[in-house]
């Protein structure tokens, strides 16, 4: 089992930034590739990056490529999500995600651990 928390969500202004943390635990979070995704309202779930469990390797949306970065501390059990240059169309619930294995997956059903997601919203 792994336990995963988001934090850092909230308001901000169209071109700020913003930066999310997951904490895991349970289940050894360095064995495990991790991602973020986000769920508009009335939309999918969608995929925004995920990263391979050594941090190597880390995919993202075109949509949000060049504004985003993904990384991880496998000390400190942490995953985060720095959003730079946000606009409206970010505005989503995020969540993170986990699974075991060393490659970075871009797939919702990938994933087998969820957390309960934070509310990002961004102002035009």
């Known amino acids: 089992q792994v336990q995963l928390v988001e934090s850092g969500g909230g308001l901000v202004q169209a071109g700020g930034s913003l930066r999310l943390s997951c904490a895991a635990s349970?289940?050894?979070?360095?064995?495990?590739?991790m991602g973020w995704f986000r769920q508009a309202p009335g939309k999918e779930r969608e995929f925004v990056a995920t990263?391979?469990?050594?941090?190597?390797?880390?995919f993202y949306a075109d949509s949000v490529k060049g504004r985003f970065t993904i990384s991880r501390d496998n000390a400190k059990n942490t995953l985060y999500l720095q959003m730079n240059s946000l606009k409206p169309e970010d505005t989503a619930v995020y969540y993170c995600?986990?699974?075991?294995?060393?490659?970075?997956?871009?797939?919702?059903?990938?994933?087998?651990?969820w957390g309960q997601g934070t509310q990002v919203t961004v102002s035009s």
């Open positions: 995600a986990a699974r075991g294995g060393s490659f970075a997956y871009t797939a919702r059903g990938q994933y087998n651990y």
């Open positions: 349970g289940r050894t979070f360095s064995n495990s590739a």
């Open positions: 990263i391979s469990w050594s941090g190597g390797s880390t």
